[in-house]
């Protein structure tokens, strides 16, 4: 690629941890981060909830105008600042962008507010006045902006559950471009607070129960039953590798390849081939070959034909690979949504220095379907190296994503 980008710090809260270090030693000893709430009109389901301050950064009455998932990007985008060791004070503003994925955003205000006005014999006196401002799409990105006193661009990028992975993508295209100088880019979601995802899932026969709840994700597993339900969030700072060495910053990684595209084949059912195509696209962009990669992380959900599309084109891809490494993340938080693919690629980038691949969670029993070489699920795998890791992110409608990070 044009434009080398790098990684140069990172803010994140996930279900199992509100810094890097934390959440990666939980999936390196397999800390779940589920748990059991009630959901309205639908009673006690397992989701991955976040437990971070949501007024270390943010005051309380801006926290009361805006939006669970402004809270979760302002925590993370403040943290991923302060890791980045830039003085963020002296950057032109109007040089910085925010690019933040998401899956949806305004359901959960919206249903809120029904729910009130039927408290209320349907008094539309109730509605809120910050309704229209909590709901738009770039609410999210926006609100890290107002925080930050960032005039640059920023927006949201609609792209269900590969919205983490697209954000990344569009941080990077916007530096390669001349956009901005500095990009704060990730995903977002705040999913658990709405019944509807809850009650869509079930309606789809594919929300995950277990009646102990930190075993309810169990992708790959073949008593796997579903998603679980999870918030979070992931935000990167990305610079041009010259800017980042120009002030001797700490570099996570290069982001050497990425990629997306569509299945055009259904709804919600995945197309193996296609994601098979998104790789390889990926891989080309990047100038490797697949055997070059040492882990892959997968999308991995726990549902049934999602797991086994993605297993066969991860085993026609990998498995002549002796070298390439598999593991998924899914089964310690659940699926954080817009936010998964930036949590899922950050929780690996540390074996980029310790050489070890964290465990898939809860894969008991490998399903037969599934017959992936080097999967790795019982305990932490440690490596003679670890020089490039694909993340891949896929979501309804078909959309595909795969980023690839090397070692810098």
Known sequence: MQNRIVITGIGLTAPNGNNLSDFRQNLLNK??????????Y???HPAGLCDFDEFKYQKKKTRKRGTRAGSIAIYCANEAIADSGIDFDSLDKNMVGTYLGITEHGNVETEEEIFQLHQNNLDTAFWSHHHNPRTVSNSPAGEVNLNLNITGPHYTIGSACAGGNMGVIQGVQQLMLGEVDFALCGGISESPATFGIYAAFAAQGALGSHEDPTKASRPMDSDRNG????????VYTLERLEDALKRNAKIYGEIIGYATNTDATDFVLPNTQRQMECVSKAVKRAGIELGDIDIVNMHATGTKAGDINEAISIAELFNACENTHINFTKGHIGHCMGA????????NLPSFDDHLVHPGMNCDNLDPECPIKNLVTENAKELDKVD???NNSFGMLGINSSVLVRKY
């Open 227 to 234: 998603i679980v339900i999870s918030e979070g969030g992931c």
């Open 388 to 390: 490039i890791i694909l």
């Open 340 to 347: 998964a693919g930036a949590l899922e690629l950050a929780g």
């Open 31 to 40: 800390v779940s981060g589920i748990k059991n709430q009630e959901v309205r």
């Open 42 to 44: 639908m009673g006690t």
